[in-house]
């Protein structure tokens, strides 16, 4: 199995924010690495509510997890041992022999256990910075790709697109297309919901906030825009993608027609080029 | 797929967003209800410029010129008049102009105001364009002249159906806070030191605020100057 090359350009603060004086609201990480004889990726985006004080902190906490600190491996193992993913990987072996079926039970639980991690951090850090957990809303998506399977949750809004191995591009969470905009729950509001999807045989995938989002997804059917999708996964294989991709992130026409914050990341199969390296 | 070699492509294969790209448009409504009977012709200059301001300053507003959409309808005269229909500030060239007349005709008003609301809705959502929670703004110096308890019945549950944040303000001492209160319990009474001017830069500032807004709290209301909440 190749492992996954991953693409993270630097959020971009929106011109909204920018004109505002504010920080940018959106966070991301990613971490890859070898576990249990498995290849191992992690790609995580946490876009903060705009109107909360310290929500970009919030946005920060949910995803850091010591990594200036911390050598790859390090952190790898880290994250694992914070976000409970050992319960997933110790039922690796199990559900091998079981199939997705299997997956399917096990990844809403450890998904929820996920959030209830994420949220003990902001009370934590809610009562060390001495403000209201509220103030530090935020959305959150995270995905991890196992082998060949990715295993993805979201609270709030933001998007995922998968394209598997066929070719095929699908909507893992679609955009919010039946509340208001000003309805989005956060990892901290009373009713928010942890989304769970698993896919198998995973290619690429695609996770946005929801400034960039409107590109991707049709806002009205939650369909992927599979073309433009299919470039960015093609332009991600190439070499110096990163920059090309965070060049487009920062086009001055993207910033115009949207003052939101925007963050994505790609990650995509390495090609036969890449794992010669 | 996993099996090809490295694509030969460049960043020209990005495919590139441009200015006309609707896949980003937003929108919030912005309902403004206005009480146009005969008791409020000597306001009606001072109304016209306050409109005309609100209008500026969401103009001046980056975010708000592009995403708010401005309605304003008046009751008075026995009728519901659309003062003007929804447009984007950007596309809105003046304020309308209000005759103040006759009675006041409260029901149509509310009827008039559910049903743009209702249809523009509709129609933004037919079209996949995202909104905001529409705003909806009151002013009424008077007693309802028509039948409108049921049109007011009607307001209020489609109001609290839909999200619709609505905020009345009763102007002057025949103004009927009860019935404003059977829509919304954000109602507001003029005091001594009101002025339209101030009353409409509040709406500004409010739908300002909505435009820029992700969250799924309630608007905080603060309470715009020469007014007191009513306890409803």
């Not at chain 1, 199995?1 to 603060?13: A, G, Q, S, W």
């Not at chain 1, 045989?201 to 992927?224: H, K, R, W, Y």
């Not at chain 2, 409109?51 to 103009?59: D, G, H, P, S, V």
């Not at chain 2, 489609?158 to 919304?184: C, I, M, P, R, W």
Request: with cysteine.
């Amino acid at each position: 199995m190749k492992k996954m090359k991953v693409i993270v350009p630097e959020p971009v603060t929106g011109s909204g924010h920018a004109a505002d004086n504010k920080p940018c609201q959106d966070r991301v990480i990613h971490f890859s690495g070898t576990l249990l004889g498995s290849s191992v990726t992690i790609i995580g985006l946490a876009d903060g509510a705009g109107s909360v004080s310290h929500s970009h902190i919030g946005a920060e906490r949910v995803l850091d997890l010591g990594k200036s600190e911390l050598t790859e491996e390090r952190l790898l193992s880290s994250i694992v041992r914070k976000t409970k993913f050992p319960r997933l990987f110790s039922s690796l072996s199990s559900c091998r022999v079981f199939g997705i079926k299997t997956y399917e039970q096990m990844w809403p639980a450890v998904a929820n256990d996920v959030v209830q991690e994420m949220q003990a951090e902001l009370t934590r850090q809610s009562e060390q910075i001495g403000v209201s957990k509220k103030q530090l809303a935020t959305t959150v998506i995270l995905a991890l790709i196992i082998d060949d399977f990715v295993f993805a949750l979201r609270v709030g809004d933001g998007a995922l697109a998968v394209q598997t191995t066929d070719g095929s591009i699908q909507s893992a969470f679609p955009p919010k297309t039946n509340s208001y905009i000003n309805e989005t729950s956060f990892i901290t509001s009373r009713d928010y919901q942890v989304e769970c999807a698993i896919f198998r045989n995973v290619e690429s995938i695609l996770a946005t906030t929801d400034g960039c989002e409107p590109f991707f997804f049709n806002q009205m059917t939650g369909e992927p825009q599979s073309a433009r999708l299919e470039s960015f996964f093609k332009v991600a294989k190439n070499e110096a993608a990163e920059s090309k991709i965070a060049a487009w992130l920062n086009s001055p026409t993207l910033r115009q027609i949207t003052q939101d914050d925007l963050s994505l990341v790609i990650a995509t199969r390495k090609t036969n080029h890449d794992n010669s390296d | 797929m996993s099996d090809y070699d490295q694509p030969d492509v460049t960043v020209n294969d990005l495919p590139q967003p441009t200015l006309d790209d609707v896949s980003f448009d937003r929108r919030v409504l912005v309902m403004v209800l206005l009480d146009i009977s005969g008791s409020m012709s000597s306001h009606a200059p001072e109304l016209y410029r306050a409109l005309a301001r609100l209008i500026q300053e969401l103009k001046n507003d980056s975010i708000a010129i592009k995403s708010a959409e401005l309605a304003v309808v008046g009751f008075g005269n026995e009728r519901a008049e659309t003062l003007r229909e929804f447009a984007t500030v950007r596309d809105l060239l003046d304020a309308p102009q209000v005759h103040c007349d006759g009675g006041t005709p409260f029901g149509l008003g509310l009827r008039r105001a559910l049903q743009m609301l209702s249809d523009r809705q509709t129609e933004l959502m037919s079209r996949g364009v995202p909104q905001y929670k529409p705003l909806v703004f009151i002013l009424s110096d008077g007693c309802p002249t028509d039948h409108y308890a049921p049109e007011a019945l009607k307001f209020a549950k489609a109001a609290e159906q839909h999200g619709y944040n609505v905020f009345a303000l009763g102007y002057g001492d025949a103004a009927d806070t009860k019935v404003l209160g059977s829509l919304t319990p954000h109602v507001f009474k003029a005091t001594s030191s009101f002025s339209f001017a101030d009353w409409f830069k509040w709406i500004s500032r409010s739908v300002a605020r909505v435009s820029r807004s992700s969250e799924s709290d309630e608007i905080e209301i603060e309470v715009p100057p020469g007014v007191i909440k009513i306890k409803v």
